[in-house]
């Protein structure tokens, strides 16, 4: 029989002794084993540090997003085979693709995250702060990659996802990685990172992969570590609370099984679109990968007068859904992942049956499309109903990770509230409502219990993405019972592998650390006019200092009659009595036209286009009769990829570009971006 290898310190290797047993989900039949027996895990520690980690460190953002591009390309090639393993695991088709393609284009959407960043391994984090009157000492932070490893702690129940998502932030964030996956799962893990290890796109040491037992992993963890757990609750506090991460102050970020909840609006009536949308989510929720979601719905809230119809119409909802052999292409739910998790779910089940009642399926027995249950871990959907969620608590601290949920009534939205809070912190809620007062009443009142909020109507039905689907771009944990932690979350999941820091010195001294310019920081004036370069030859803090402009009467009148802005305080005399302005003021749009005027070259060159404006900011009224000037500063330069053979080499250049009056005073700010040509 296969005994599934560890990759660690750049090999494939066994662990000793005969290892866990794993076996198919859906007719017990044996896959592999799976062993850490023997490992040195200090040394895997001390890999990641020194060989990966610096590695990573010297990638920039955007090589390091397009390093992720280009692995989830070549994941992309071999899904037939992920899918063919996934099977095993108890999924569906439709089960696998959230873990498999949705894994792989977690990679895609992290690695298009790169031009959130600038090309360098570090960025900066906020403006920068002048701590001095006469401006010559200032402050910056910085956020830099940690100099340690992720260690990512996954559970059963997406084996691919669960991996992609949390290497795909750390990865981006130029920080290693070691992933234990559920040993239960951890087949098909197995054979996603043999295809990341074929492709040679990642570093040597920037990932890991244990299959099996974490061992004393976590005694060899510094302070430059993050550690992630995805799992139950009681698990994660006890990993949480070993010695060595609170000796060492390791970021530990949880994100746990929760008991998330949905509920029927009091404005939704049978005859609404929103019913049907309802009905339909709850459904997909209890079967989608048999239940076994962090995010499915285990409570449903509906008005107290609508719950027989509620009950009747899940019911045959949930009565469409076939059950058997997940490579049967009419199987809408496998099975478990296993005899385990068939078992936890039948225990915690029992447990709700103290104060509640099944009213569809059974405990007993499963009718199978396919297949066989005293083999294969099936189980029937379950729909509990509770009558008195307001006195009996187990519905709202007991959880069956599996194809089950309660339904219970409530008289008032307020009441509805209190009860989606009695879970102590979830992942996610959702709402069904057709009435924006009622969605605003329900997220004031459970938002801080929840790491996102579904609001579900007809409005949104057809590109909404789910109650039970994180993205990437979303922060994905939730307070309480869910973890309080967070995941993914776009720019805001990157920095959780960085360490923030905040440099003071001069603004040249910054901007020479930093590769940005500094407001303040010494320049170079131009030698030949800037859009005369091409973009390798532009140099940060090179400054161009413009010819000067007199603001008259007929400018400020044209320039209203030619943008049709007549607002009163440009072009009425009698009306400025109580404001701030002692007569007509220019236009703000006219102020930064005019600074274009001065510091834009006409003729043809390197400059192909205005690529946007950043910032803009006017500090102080122009009056007609006032002479302006320009400071055109390089403030940082962005390389853009080519996207075909047929692209035009170039970057964006940001220019600071300050708008200053006859007695020095700056009038207004801006960051102005153009496309550059490149060289070649």
Known sequence: ???????????????????????????????????TQGLDFKALTHYARTVGSPALRKLTFHERGLMLKALASHLRNHLDKFYQISYQTGATKADSWIDIEGGIGNLFANASLRRKFPNEPFCLDGENHVLGKQGSFAAQHLLL??????????????????????????????????????????????????????????????????????????????????????????????????????????????????????????????TMPEWDL???EVRKEITVKAGQK???????????NKLEDVEIALGKALAQTTIGIPTNDKVRMGSLAGFAQKNEVTEQVQKLLAASAIIYGSLDSVQLLEGDSSKGAFVSPLLLRNTNPFQFQAVHEVEAFGPVATIMPYQHLTDAIELVKKGKGSLCTSIVTNNTQVAKDFVMGVGTYHGRILVLNQACAKENTGHGSPLPL??????????????????????????????????????GITNQYIPGADYLEFDIHPFRKYFDDLQIGERLTTAKRTITEADIVNFANLSWDHFYAHTDHTSLEGTLFEKPVAHGYFIISAAAGLFVDA????????????????????????????????KEKIPQELRDENDVPKGIVKWLVEVYDDTQETIAVATILTMVKKKS
């Open 603 to 634: 003729k043809k060159g390197p400059v192909l286009l205005n690529y946007g404006l950043d910032e803009l900011r006017f500090t102080k009224p122009v009056y007609a009769g006032t002479t302006i000037g320009v400071h055109l500063t390089v």
């Open 278 to 280: 309802f009905i339909k």
């Open 474 to 511: 979303l922060v994905h944990g939730g307070p309480g019972r869910a973890g309080g932690g967070e995941e993914m979350g776009g720019v805001r999941g990157v920095k959780h592998y960085m360490q923030r820091v905040a440099v003071q010195g001069s603004p040249t001294m910054l901007t």
């Open 145 to 270: 990659p940690k100099e340690g490893v992720a260690i990512h702690i996954n559970a059963f129940n997406f084996p691919v996802w669960g991996m992609l998502e949390k290497i795909a932030v750390n990865l981006l964030a130029g920080v290693p990685a070691i992933v234990k996956p559920a040993t239960v799962t951890s087949y098909l893990t197995h054979a996603v990172v043999q295809e990341i290890h074929n492709s040679g796109l990642l570093p040597k040491g920037a990932l890991q992969l244990i299959c099996g037992s974490a061992g004393s992993l976590l005694n060899h963890v510094t302070s430059q570590d993050v550690v992630t757990f995805t799992g139950s609750a009681s698990t994660g506090l006890l990993l949480k609370s070993s010695k060595n991460i609170l000796e060492e102050n390791v970021p530990f970020n949880m994100e746990a099984d929760s008991l998330n909840a949905m509920v029927l609006g009091p404005d939704v009536e049978p």
């Open 294 to 304: 962090c995010t499915a719905v285990r409570r449903i809230f509906v008005p107290e």
């Open 1 to 35: 029989m296969e005994k599934l290898h560890n990759y660690i310190l750049g090999e494939w290797i066994t662990g000793d002794g005969d290892g866990q047993l794993l076996t198919n989900a859906y007719n017990s039949q044996p896959i592999a084993t799976a062993s």
